[in-house]
Structures are given as C-alpha cells and as structure tokens.
C-alpha cells in the first residue's frame, strides 16, 4: 500500500526531472559543447545540432585574449561587486537595525524600503538613467545647493588627490558631474541604482534574523548593565552573520549576472567603461552572431556563479536537515 | 528559519513602544529621511511624466509641474508618431503571457513540493537539491540553446514559448516554496491520513489543498512578480511588437529619442504599477517568497 503511494510520488517528479534534466542540465551541457566548436559564422539555423568544426579551447583564448574582456568587462564587474555588495549590506543592516527599535508605523517604513525589489531592472534603469542624466537631475540638485563649488574644492584639496585618483581608475568617483556619461563614474553610479532596488531585500533578511534573536537575550543583557550599542555588536551582530553570509553570496549573484540594469541604463558604455560580461555574452551572441564564443562567454559566468553558489546550496540544506 | 510558518518580517513584535526622547526623535528624522531618499525616484517620475514636452525639457527635474498634463501617458502607451513603439502592446502581451504562466507554474510547484515532502523516498533529496540548482545559474549558460530549440519547435517569438520558458525555469523556486509549506504541516495530520488509508492523491485533496492557500499566494505573488519584470528572456526569445512583453517595449521607448523623458517615465510608470499595487496589497506575502528564494524562508 505504502509502497504504491510512494510510487505515485516518484511518478509525479517525472516531469521536473526531465524538465531539469533537458532545459537545465542539458542546456548547460550543449552550451559548453557549442563553446568548443566553430559555431560561429552567420548561417541557417536548422535542427537541434547544426553541424559546426570543433575547436577545442580556440573560443576560449579568443576571448582571453580580448582587451576588453579583462580591462572592462572582469574589471568592472569586479568593482561593481564590491560596491554593489557592500553598499547593500550596509544600508541593509542599519535599516534593519532603525526598523527594530520598536517604531511606530513600521509596516509603512518597512514597504518603503522595499518597494523597489517589486519593480523591474528596467524600470529601474529608465528612471535612474533620468535622474542620473549628465545634464538634469541628481547633478543639478547638488549644484543648486552649490555642491558644485564644494566639489571642485574637494576635487583640488591636494591630500585627497590619491584618493580620487583612486577612485576615478576604479569608475566609481561620484564627485564627478555626469554621472552615466562619465568613465570615471559610471560603475559607481550604475550601483547606486542597484543599491536602491536591492538593499531591502537585505534588510528583509536581516530583519528576520533579528526577530529570531530572542528579546530575553537582549534583557540579559542590559541587565548585565551593556548599552544599547554593545547589545548590537556583542549579540546582536555575531548571531547575524550566517545572514550576511547568505547576503553575500546571493548578491554576489545577483552582480555576476547583472544584465538589464546595465543594458538598460548605459549599456555598457561610455567607452565600455561599464561593460559587464553578460553584455558582452549579448553582444558576441546576438549582435556579432559568434554564437560559439558568446557560450564560451556564458560558461565561464557559469562556472564562477557555481563555484560560489553550489557550497551555500549544499551547506543550507544540510543545515535544514540538523 | 526552516518553515515559511517562522517568524515572518511581516508581524511585529508585541512589544510597548519606548517614550519619545532625544535619541528616539532622532532616530525617527534619520528613518523619515532615509525613506525621503527612497521615495525620491517615485517623485521625480511621477512629477516628470505629468509635464509637458516643453516643461520637461525646460524645467529642473525636481520641480512640480505647472498643471497636471496626462497627454505623456498616452503617448507612451501609443505614441503619435508612426513605429515609435509604446508599450501598450507590451502590457497586453505581458498579461496574456504571465497569467498562464503563474497558474501552471503554481500548480506544479504545488505537486512537486507536496510529493517531495510528504513521501520522502530514497534519493528525493538529492533530487530535490539537482532540481534547486536551477533557481542559481546564470541564464546566459541555457540561453543559445534555448534560443535554438525554442526556433526549432516554431515557438520563438510566440507568446506560448516565453510561458513555457517561464514555467520551466520557475519550477525551482515554485517547488522550493511549497516544499517548505508542506513541510511546516505537522507530521501527525499526515500519519493520520495514512492511517485512515487516504492515498498520495486523496490526502494531497483532503488535506494538503485546503491549507494551500497561504503558499498558492505566496508562490503566485512571487511568479507574477519575476515573470513580469524579466528582461533576459522577453529580449532575446522575442523579436516582433505582437509578442514583445512589456520590459521589452519599456526599453525600446526609453531607447528610442522620439520618446522625451515625461513618455519615457510614465512608461515606466505604467509598466511598475501591476507589480507595485501587487506589493502594497499584499507585501507581506511578497516578503516571504523573498526569503524563500534565498533559502532562508
């Protein structure tokens, strides 16, 4: 009896096994094939497997060797993370931290910090291109306050030279005006908007670690005489950081394969100064029809997700079985 | 943190609220301006996509306009002039293709999650983790094959393929929730059931199904969401104005210089509000998928 309903319960898995078997293990496995031949030139597409010479690794060091993909694409997307990630992870935590602190209206706090995760990379990317446009917006509410006079003060101030300098080779200065039209800025700028959409799904995180965090334990504290402070970092945080953990990998993520925002916003420009490899993937494939070396391109976004995604994988669902 | 029935972002916690001194008022002025900077992009585009042609380009992006002029909100729903695009196609497309979409995915994910949860058998783990790894890989690593196969089957460009495409690559996330609902139906409910000789069909009818609700909502909130908003997909598997979902019209109009920036932002405005009244309804349910997507639900 048992027996047959168990049966009846591997009968209806058939269809997500061969759905996951075809569309994503297969999948996976005929792009890494196609990013070893010469699929490459513009031609009829017809069948499953359109015959196509192999290569080997030739897509591989063609991309390697492409100026663009180290210099802007792994680069960018390198400083993009950090930003990106850190930015999120810091408004994330201290607006879940303010939200804690038993305010009044907090639902309504609380939706507004997370709006913007309901709304579309693209909508996000049209709206921000506008208020980050070179000529209006964001530049024009600073200079209107006349940041632009304390701007160019900071930008002169000599001890502070390196640290522009610095900024400005990691495209990330946003002192600069012009935000998205500017080389020296516009990772930094595309982040911006990225922080906005997403850290309030960090806070949500948070947020529900924190509620895990037992108020008796906190009493304990304050009646060991701790301030509010020292309750945050001596308890609070430490029982937190599985959370970050998991923020961490999750926006790591998200930033590898951050596509729409980008495109949307600058599509990888000026200068590909914001080129991304998924932009690059894109555009090899669909605009340069090299649909060979847009999945070599695809592959290797695949292998690094894999290597930071598999372990958390693997470690939360043991975690769920303990 | 291991069942959606944890304790959820969306419950305060009963607890008496501290009386007003400095630092609590402080406190409140840093929250209300943090929100002021959150809300920010809502003001702008709705202020912008309420201007004139003449007054969005001639006045600060920051100030209101003079009256309030709807004519921005037809052009980006179908704009005078002749192929500039508009996204009212766009909308009709995204809901014709995201309803189908967000029901089949629903009531798969319903079925898998109940079968991997209730009925355990050797290796349902192992698959249900094989099955996982799909809500974390980059789409660009199925996506040439995809492509290919979907013109293969005569579905590229069809508002029937992107649904498809959807369903399949919505089942992670769709089995993940209901797996952990299920899971959070106590063991006993189900061993009685087994006892009074219900099978796998009569016990998911008589006693899973009508405590579903909670997850069907979750699960259909979360779907709409991320089917609606995809761009990957709708950009690449589509390619004519009949079929294109809404991001995709949405970043044509932004794209093209016909549109000026009052049409581009109520463009946006437009194709933001089916999810954005979705989240003010029911947040807290929105909530929950989130967490479930990070595997912390």
């Known amino acids: 009896m048992s027996r047959r309903q168990h049966l009846w319960a591997a009968i209806v898995l058939v269809p997500a096994l061969v759905s996951t078997g075809i569309f994503v293990y297969g999948f996976i496995a005929w792009t890494g094939w196609a990013s070893l031949t010469d699929w490459n030139t513009i031609r009829r597409v017809s069948g499953f497997l359109p015959p196509a010479p192999y290569l080997g690794l030739d897509n591989y060091e063609a991309v390697f060797a492409t100026p663009r993909f180290w210099t802007n694409d792994v680069f960018a997307n390198l400083v993009f993370t950090a930003v990106f990630v850190g930015g999120c992870i810091a408004m994330g935590l201290l607006l879940a931290i303010l939200i804690d602190q038993h305010i009044r209206a907090e639902s309504v706090f609380r939706s507004i910090f997370l709006f913007p995760m309901a709304l579309s990379f693209v909508v996000t990317g049209t709206v921000w291109a506008w208020i980050l446009n070179p000529v209006e917006g964001v530049n024009v509410l600073l200079d209107a306050v006349g940041i632009s006079v304390i701007r160019q003060a900071l930008l002169d101030f000599g001890p502070l030279q390196p640290v522009w300098g610095a900024l400005d080779s990691l495209r990330i200065d946003l002192l600069r005006p012009g935000l998205t039209a500017d080389t020296r800025a516009v990772v930094g700028a595309i982040a911006l908007a990225a922080i906005w959409q997403m850290s309030g799904f960090v806070m949500a995180l948070y947020l529900a670690g924190l509620r895990g965090v037992s108020d008796e334990l906190r009493e304990a504290g304050r009646v060991d005489g701790a301030s509010e402070m020292a309750i945050y970092r001596r308890i609070v945080l430490p029982l937190l950081r599985p959370i970050t953990v998991s923020a961490v990998v999750l926006l790591g993520y998200v930033s590898l394969k951050m596509f729409d925002l980008v495109f949307v916003l600058t599509r990888g420009g000026p200068a590909l100064a914001s080129d991304l490899p998924s932009i690059f993937m894109f555009e090899t494939t669909f605009k340069g029809h090299q649909w060979a070396r847009g999945a070599a391109v695809a592959t290797l976004m695949l292998i690094a997700s894999a290597v930071v995604i598999v372990p958390y994988i693997r470690s939360q669902l043991r975690a769920r079985e303990a | ?297």
Request: glycine share 8%.
């Open chain 2, 1 to 297: 943190m291991t069942t959606l029935a944890g304790p959820r972002v969306g419950e305060t916690r009963p607890r008496r609220r501290p009386r007003m001194t400095p630092r609590r008022v402080a406190l409140y002025v840093l929250l209300i301006g943090l929100a002021l900077l959150y809300l920010m992009p809502v003001y702008v585009v709705l202020v912008s996509s309420l201007k004139t042609l003449r007054e969005v380009n001639e006045t600060s992006i920051w100030a209101p306009p003079a009256q309030f002029d709807p004519s921005a909100w037809g052009a980006a729903l179908t704009p005078p002039l002749q192929n500039a695009g508009g996204i009212a196609s766009g909308l009709a497309n995204s809901l014709v293709m995201t309803i189908p979409a967000v029901i089949v995915s629903s009531l798969w994910g319903a079925v898998n999650g109940y079968a991997l949860s209730a009925w355990r058998f050797r290796g349902s783990e192992l698959l249900f983790g094989l099955i996982l790894f799909g809500l974390f890989i980059p789409y660009q690593a199925i996506l040439i094959p995809l492509l290919t196969s979907l013109q293969v089957l005569r579905l590229y460009d069809s508002l029937a393929g992107l649904a498809l495409v959807h369903v399949v690559y919505g089942l992670p996330i769709t089995t993940l929730i209901f797996r952990n609902f299920y899971a959070a139906i106590p063991g006993e409910l189900l061993d009685a059931a087994k006892v009074d000789g219900g099978g796998f069909w009569s016990i998911f009818r008589r006693v899973y199904l009508p405590l579903s609700v909670p997850g069907f909502v979750v699960v259909g909130i979360w779907q709409f969401t991320s089917i609606w908003n995809e761009f990957l997909f709708a950009v690449t598997l589509t390619n004519s104005p009949d079929t294109q979902p809404v991001t995709v019209s949405l970043q044509n109009l932004a794209g093209s210089f016909a549109a000026a920036y009052n049409v581009q932002m109520a463009g946006a405005l437009m194709t933001a509000l089916p999810t954005l009244i979705v989240f003010i309804l029911l947040g807290r349910y929105f909530v929950r998928g989130l967490l479930a997507g990070s595997l912390k639900g």
